[in-house]
């Protein structure tokens, strides 16, 4: 698979685009001004105890108290509340957790007023952004992310990711990992680190634990909130959970975030330091790469698969809820149960990638098409599962209800991908909105391409604004004449004064108007 990660860089935010094959499968905002970005660690003060709750909340500068639920206090917070007030009161800050005595484990099923107190300053990192009106939320149980490994201060345990099978490798990477570990760290192995050298992993977990000291040596007489770890930028991220042979291209418009790239990649790929490229094209990157197009078609409500289903996403304070329709696209050759199936395994796919690429997470119903049979069913639920698959948010996917409704949970860490994809409107000048200029050729040919193909239609005729004729059959090679090419007849186009400047509509051999 092809990956390219384009990145659009501005003053006030950064956005980066992830294509797979050419097609947007991720997109993400990065706010110059963001101080609270998942993985970044901070010194904490509790406020209040909710024993309710069995959580509290903390004061990490954000103007809403952060949420810290007792289950991610981890196992070993006394060790590390511990270990935090000798780092605040020494002159030195510990640099190293060999001879600390670690304390008991906590119990799993305990009171968090047994554990913390108000007032008390604690270690915390923060696990998911401010979304909405609710604060950050956060975990106690620190854990720095690299290429190969993830390091766990206050642990001495050492777990493999499920997705290395092979079992010599599981028992090499635990042996490797346990002779290089310093003492009273946690580490686990990811999958990217399955078939590495020793060097490689040495090379990552003396990075991780270089970060660690850093955050650390912040601690000696500060006072809350403090930010004492700052995760890397998500461009960075990315590349580190990503990178891998398949990544071909990177492509910046900014000379210096290229260069910050290059030195990122060569020290993680010394290999793939070249396949980062700035980009000098007159056209904006993400117009000239396809990323603007694609983006005024996969956001906003409606979503138009071409094979001509679509689906319809509506958002709630509780949930997601996407409903698939067939858009009046049936195999006259088929029976409604095979028709309905089509569309429903058309769509899954569009499906999977609209929830990694707005970053939806919570609860999703998507409402099928009904099936009766059983086995249909269960092809369905299959499919979803695969096209779920590929995504890197830990996710669960229910088979279809009675009712047609196939359930989704997905992990939500950031607030989600919104994007404005109407413009104002040029018959009625910003006084209402219609669909985007720059996907209604596209929407032409599908549906010029469903009567051809699907309804064998002998004859098509377009009629169009003199603007939009201009713009299809003017030109070297016009949009007209790629359809003759590629659709095997050719579509007459005739400009029509009364239409307003996106109006259009077909007609066949009769002069009859076709409606979609």
């Not at 006072?223 to 995760?231: A, G, H, I, Q, Y």
């Not at 049936?330 to 990638?353: H, P, S, Y």
């Not at 050729?441 to 169009?464: A, C, F, M, T, W």
Request: aromatic share 6%; proline share 4%; net charge positive.
């Amino acid at each position: 698979m092809e990956k390219e990660l384009v990145i659009n860089s501005g003053d006030a935010e950064s956005v980066i685009a992830l294509l797979e094959n050419k097609k947007l499968v991720e997109l993400h905002k990065e706010q110059s001004n963001n101080n609270y970005s998942v993985g970044d660690i901070y010194l904490g003060k509790v406020k209040k105890i909710v024993g309710g709750l069995n959580a509290a909340f903390v004061d990490v500068g954000h103007q809403k108290d952060a949420f810290l639920h007792y289950l991610d206090l981890g196992v070993q917070i006394r060790s590390q509340m511990k270990f935090t007030r000798m780092a605040i009161n020494s002159s030195q800050s510990a640099r190293s957790l060999d001879k600390l005595k670690l304390e008991p484990d906590i119990e799993k099923t305990g009171k968090i007023s047994q554990v913390i107190s108000q007032s008390q300053y604690i270690l915390v990192q923060i696990a998911k952004e401010p979304i909405s009106n609710k604060g950050p939320r956060l975990s106690a149980e620190i854990s720095l992310p690299g290429r190969y490994l993830i390091l766990m201060p206050f642990s001495n345990k050492i777990s493999i990711s499920q997705k290395i099978k092979n079992i010599e490798e599981r028992n090499r990477l635990r042996r490797l990992v346990q002779s290089i570990k310093p003492q009273n760290m946690g580490v686990i192995i990811r999958t990217n680190a399955e078939d590495k050298l020793t060097r490689d992993l040495m090379t990552d977990l003396t990075t991780l634990s270089q970060k660690w000291d850093n955050a650390i040596s912040k601690l000696p007489n500060a006072k809350p909130p403090r930010k004492v770890f700052s995760e890397v930028d998500r461009a960075s991220s990315m590349l580190r959970d990503l990178l891998n042979a398949s990544f071909n291209h990177i492509h910046v418009d900014n000379e210096e975030l290229a260069e910050d790239l290059k030195t990122y990649v060569g020290s993680i790929s010394p290999d793939q330091k070249n396949i980062v490229k700035v980009y000098k094209g007159r056209k904006p990157v993400f117009e000239h790469f396809g990323v603007d197009r694609q983006i005024k078609s996969l956001f906003g409500k409606k979503v138009t698969l071409t094979s001509g289903p679509y689906l319809i996403i509506e958002h709630t304070e509780a949930m997601h809820v996407i409903d698939v329709n067939s858009g009046q696209r049936l195999k006259k050759d088929q029976n409604q149960e095979a028709n309905a199936l089509q569309v429903n395994l058309d769509t899954a796919d569009e499906i999977a990638r609209q929830l990694r690429l707005r970053d939806m997470g919570g609860i999703i119903v998507v409402d099928f098409i009904d099936l009766q049979d059983r086995q249909n069913r269960k092809t369905l639920y299959d499919a979803m599962k695969k096209a779920m698959a590929t995504d890197p948010a830990k996710h669960t996917v229910l088979p279809p209800s009675k009712f047609g409704l196939v359930q989704i949970t997905r992990q939500r860490v950031r607030p989600e991908m919104e994007m404005e994809t109407s413009e104002k409107c040029p018959v009625c000048n910003g006084t209402g909105t219609t669909k985007s200029s720059i996907v209604l050729v596209d929407e032409i040919e599908n549906h010029i391409r469903y009567l051809i193909h699907e309804q064998n239609e002998p004859k098509i005729k377009l009629h169009v604004h003199p603007y939009l004729h201009a713009y299809l059959t003017k030109g070297w090679v016009s949009t007209q004449v790629k359809w003759w090419f590629r659709f095997k007849k050719w579509i007459p186009v005739t400009a029509n004064k009364s239409y307003h400047s996106l109006k259009y509509k077909l007609f066949d051999h009769k002069g009859e108007e076709i409606k979609i």
